[in-house]
């Protein structure tokens, strides 16, 4: 057998499907749980994720039920969760982050786009990666995106200890005046929330599965920011994207580096001071 799994885990995740659980090793990911291939006694493997009882694994098993439900998003299927356990279908792939994995990726997620909701938010609060994510349902975007999105992730990076108060006090003054420079959509609309490129599984160039969600709803461009923070995922997925829903030049120029603050306030605080200079450079483009 690959890997470590204890044999509580074990028996867990036997009695969950009624199978035995006869070799196993571990994947990638793993930010607030072990992850492990799991190959059951008649050769089909499964994924299981193990928490440590520090965040309910409940709830990336409702976000992958509810894409699943309300997306055409390929998200493995749900076998069994509780706060400790989720285990899914396993997904074999592997992440490609170019070409016609990239393009399909475009059609699914305008696809997706085109999902509407009654207000900006969510029915309940999700996570990202090992933080907790307000959706608090409010009908102005605008004011949703600075309340629970920046002003809220300002105050967690501040308790994690990683926000200079120089920095604080820019990112403060930005949230009062994030009306100047976003714009109210004409719809709310579903988003996976955390797209970025270990989270999308490719074969034969088609996207098989995509993972650990944190969804809400909201203007589309705050995923579409995202996927042009880092190394971005290049103009094919823009191409076949553009093909279904339009995109404002504005977008591009302005819009996607106030919303940016948000993953990169994420990133502060989880991984650190790396992540100082990218803010700092994201508020010098608006004079803060």
Request: aromatic share 10%.
């Amino acid at each position: 057998m690959d890997g470590i799994m204890d044999r509580a885990n074990q028996l867990a995740i036997e009695r969950a499907l009624q199978r035995r659980a006869r070799a196993w090793q571990p994947l990638a990911g793993g930010m607030i749980s072990q992850v492990m291939r799991v190959e059951l006694d008649k050769g089909e493997s499964v994924v299981a994720k193990i928490g440590d009882g520090g965040h309910d694994l409940s709830i990336e098993a409702y976000m992958l039920r509810y894409l699943r439900e309300h997306s055409g998003l390929p998200v493995p299927e749900v076998l069994h969760d509780e706060a400790n356990l989720l285990l899914m279908e396993f997904v074999d792939g592997r992440i490609e982050w170019e070409g016609e994995s990239l393009r399909h990726l475009g059609e699914l997620l305008a696809r997706c786009h085109q999902v509407t909701g009654p207000s900006y938010g969510h029915e309940r609060d999700t996570l990202i990666g090992p933080l907790h994510q307000p959706n608090g349902r409010m009908n102005s975007w605008i004011e949703f995106f600075r309340e629970k999105r920046l002003v809220y992730m300002i105050g967690v990076a501040r308790t994690s200890g990683e926000l200079p108060a120089e920095l604080e006090q820019r990112l403060n003054r930005i949230a009062d005046r994030v009306d100047e420079f976003l714009i109210e959509p004409e719809k709310p609309v579903l988003i996976h929330g955390d797209m970025w490129k270990s989270n999308v599984i490719s074969r034969a160039g088609r996207v098989a599965g995509i993972l650990d969600p944190a969804l809400y709803y909201a203007h589309n461009e705050m995923e579409l920011a995202y996927m042009t923070l880092f190394s971005g995922t290049g103009d094919e997925f823009f191409q076949a994207y553009r093909n279904t829903i339009p995109i404002e030049d504005d977008f591009y120029t302005m819009r996607r580096h106030i919303y940016n603050l948000y993953p990169l306030l994420i990133h502060l605080t989880i991984f650190g001071a790396k992540y100082v200079p990218p803010l700092k450079e994201s508020l010098a483009r608006f004079g803060y």
